[in-house]
């Protein structure tokens, strides 16, 4: 089994490649809990509960959203999580409009596989 160290490296590079749905299908358990700071009309629930879930909103989030400039800084590990500074350009595919984007992620990996999300931005 990978190490906390390599999960959290290779997860970082998979998102700094653009593949943030790879990345998502390889490490995300069954189970996963992904947590938003709150509910977006557009986006869906806080909480997403489980992969298909989870999944399905970062699908969307994706098809909604184009990502530019993506910098990641991480990532930062502490006992069983870790952590990843995102900072990005992000083009509303509906509105064209371009803005840029901070976010903190954070990750709790048990057995090998990513068991809750949690996103903090402003």
């Not at 160290?5 to 749905?21: Q, R, V």
């Not at 299908?25 to 189970?31: M, Q």
């Not at 909480?47 to 699908?59: D, E, F, H």
């Not at 994706?62 to 990641?72: K, R």
Request: glycine share 6%.
């Amino acid at each position: 089994m990978q190490s906390l160290a390599e999960i959290a490296s290779d997860y970082a590079a998979l998102m700094a490649a653009g593949e943030t749905l790879a990345a998502a299908e390889k490490y995300w358990a069954i189970d996963i809990i992904a947590l938003e700071p709150t509910r977006s009309e557009s986006d869906g629930p806080a909480i997403a509960k489980g992969k298909p879930a989870a999944l399905a909103r970062l699908t969307h989030w994706l098809e909604t959203n184009a990502m530019s400039e993506l910098l990641i800084d991480g990532p930062f590990i502490t006992g069983d999580q870790f952590a990843l500074f995102i900072d990005m350009e992000i083009t509303r595919r509906a509105t064209g409009r371009c803005e840029p984007f901070s976010e903190i992620a954070t990750y709790t990996v048990r057995d090998g596989q990513i068991v809750e999300e949690r996103f903090f931005y402003g």
